[in-house]
């Protein structure tokens, strides 16, 4: 008998294929790449590969804009490749996740092709055609629909000069948005996903999936948002988790996923966590689990992710603490620090520097696997890879990135200005290739890699990680161990300890008398806390820890070194 809620004990591994393993020299990852490779992740101890985009795509953003959603992009290779795959996953005692794109198609979609061939083809209404606002001229500024900003810089809206209507597009101008109020294209959408849980998929991470029903007026219209800053508005109220949202959802799983046992994650921008209990509430059948994006934005100021500030403990415990508290009866959360579009979290909440890359990166591993809650490791997450320093705007290939700069460009920003605030946060720092060895390209591609490797690839790597006792490598294949050894880490209950204190990050988990303690200093400064009511499980086994030589508590206090943590098991 298959468990049907086996994702609750999983430990999920994301892999970017353009970034992962070159088999054919051509300087992009590939489907034989990962094949070659998967052994990495049998060492590592996954359960599951989470698959970022491999569809048919012109790459205007990297795969997620798709034009054959049963078709596999010749850059990363055939049909056969990912029956291979998939056969060699399985071979393995892994399951395969694909990535599922359906806000949005490709502007080179034969949907969308069709749709835009003129006012009356049947396909017209499956994207969002809207005409010129009233008075004005189509194509002019001021003339969309809506005053909407894309995620990706610029208007929501393209103007089509053949048709004399604009289309909507939340992310690139190639992105443009699926029409989910038309039934015919929600019937695709679920025929597709049929088509590849018969191939024999495990599931979907279904790529901003809260976005696909829209907030109309009575006549159709779509309201214009709040103007902050700017020319443009903030469209988000319309779009995001809409009036349909889980009336869609539930559709999607009773047509598509019901009595599969799949894993599904629904990536969802600015999901509250009222939100999250309803997406992921069993009784619901709609998703397993979702992406949150408030931990992530905790390090951001007012202007958004292009401006950032140094990120406070206390603001972090107290929002995975809620998330882990709100999701306690009801839900399930996903855990994640990385994925292909944050930056590298050694550089971000940790310190990348020579003397605690190492310890922070275990230690954020630590505290983050140690919740109760499904654990995603992006590639090169469990080598400690660090955000790499372009120092030129020719080096990024981004297409958020380089949309912003050319706007914010226009609008008069300085060059240097603008790369001093993409360099930390460009989601380029994720997707430089993976690191496996020290050789040229690390061991990535024989030929010329599409976006530059790290360079401290030389030092950082897979090879000399594996070989290494003390490697991030092996702090997280044990994390992986550890959950894998104690049912406290899948299904104890979470208590937060010490949620004033700007240095130690500790909690415990508890289940049928066990308990769990974890403890971790998040500074590079010695710490010295009191944990009230903890002897005894600060007296408990130690299951996993950053320093061998670590201060033996004293009745309730501890001392830790820079960046240590440990994880202590009261029986
Ligand atoms: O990356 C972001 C901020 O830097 C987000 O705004 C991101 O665009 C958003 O989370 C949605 O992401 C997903 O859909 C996008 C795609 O570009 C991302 O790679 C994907 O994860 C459009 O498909």
Redesign the pocket.
């Known amino acids: 008998m298959r468990d049907p809620e086996w994702w609750k004990s999983a430990v999920v591994y994301q892999i970017y294929p353009r970034s992962f393993a070159d088999s054919d020299g051509d300087g992009v990852g590939d489907l034989r790449g990962i094949i070659d490779r998967l052994d990495h992740l049998v060492a590592l101890g996954v359960d599951v590969i989470w698959l970022?985009p491999i569809y048919r795509s012109p790459q205007d953003?990297?795969g997620?804009?798709i034009s054959d959603y049963e078709d596999v992009d010749p850059s990363f290779g055939t049909l056969e490749d990912i029956d291979a795959l998939i056969a060699a996953v399985h071979e393995r005692g892994m399951k395969l996740v694909m990535?599922l794109?359906v806000?949005?198609t490709s502007d080179e979609h034969a949907w969308f092709e069709e749709s835009r061939s003129g006012t009356d083809s049947p396909k017209r209404d499956w994207y969002w055609w809207r005409p010129p606002r009233e008075g004005h001229e189509g194509g002019t500024p001021g003339a969309e629909p809506t005053n909407w900003e894309s995620?990706?810089s610029g208007s929501t809206w393209e103007w089509d000069a053949a048709t004399g209507e604009y289309y909507l597009h939340?992310?690139?101008r190639k992105?443009p948005d699926l029409n989910w109020e038309n039934p015919e294209v929600r019937q695709a959408v679920y025929a597709m996903m049929r088509w590849w849980v018969d191939r024999g998929v495990d599931g979907f991470r279904m790529?901003?999936i809260n976005l696909v029903s829209k907030e109309l007026r009575p006549d159709g219209s779509l309201p214009d948002g709040v103007v902050r800053s700017g020319r443009f508005g903030d469209g988000s109220p319309y779009y995001t988790a809409g009036p349909r949202i889980h009336e869609f959802l539930a559709e999607m799983h009773a047509e598509a996923l019901a009595d599969k046992a799949l894993l599904t994650v629904g990536?969802m921008?600015g999901v509250t966590i009222e939100q999250a209990r309803a997406f992921t509430d069993p009784a619901r059948r709609e998703v397993n689990m979702v992406?949150t994006?408030e931990h992530?934005g905790l390090d951001h100021g007012p202007g958004g992710?292009w401006d950032q500030r140094p990120l406070r403990l206390t603001d972090l415990k107290a929002n995975l603490a809620a998330w882990q508290e709100g999701l306690a009866d009801v839900g399930w959360n996903s855990l994640y620090w990385n994925?292909?579009?944050?930056p590298r979290i050694v550089s971000r909440f940790g310190d990348d520097s020579p003397e605690h890359r190492v310890t922070s990166a275990k230690t954020l591993g630590t505290v983050l696997h140690m919740l109760r809650g499904t654990p995603y490791v992006y590639q090169g997450e469990e080598l400690g890879m660090t955000n790499v320093d372009f120092r030129r705007i020719e080096e990024f290939r981004d297409?958020?990135t380089l949309n912003h700069y050319r706007h914010a460009l226009g609008d008069g920003a300085s060059p240097e200005a603008l790369l001093a605030g993409i360099r930390p946060?460009s989601?380029d720092n994720a997707r430089t290739p993976m690191q496996w060895d020290a050789s040229a390209n690390a061991g990535f591609t024989t030929g010329e890699p599409w976006i530059a490797v790290n360079p401290n690839h030389t030092e950082i790597n897979a090879e000399a990680a594996r070989a290494d006792a003390g490697s991030v490598f092996h702090h997280y294949r044990r994390l992986i161990e550890v959950r894998r050894a104690h049912d406290v880490v899948v299904h104890g209950d979470f208590a937060l300890l010490l949620p004033g204190d700007e240095q130690v990050f500790a909690y415990t988990r508890s289940l049928d008398g066990q308990t769990l303690l974890v403890v971790a200093n998040m500074s590079g400064e010695p710490a010295d806390v009191e944990l009230e009511g903890q002897a005894d499980h600060l007296a408990g086994e130690v299951l996993l820890s950053t320093h061998d030589d670590g201060a033996p508590a004293e009745g309730e206090r501890v001392r830790l070194a820079p960046w240590e943590s440990r994880v202590l098991l009261r029986r």
């Open positions: 970022s953003d990297n997620y804009d990535d794109v806000n949005h995620f990706f939340l992310f690139s992105q790529d901003v990536e921008p992406f994006f992530m992710k994925n292909h579009d944050q297409v958020e946060v989601r």
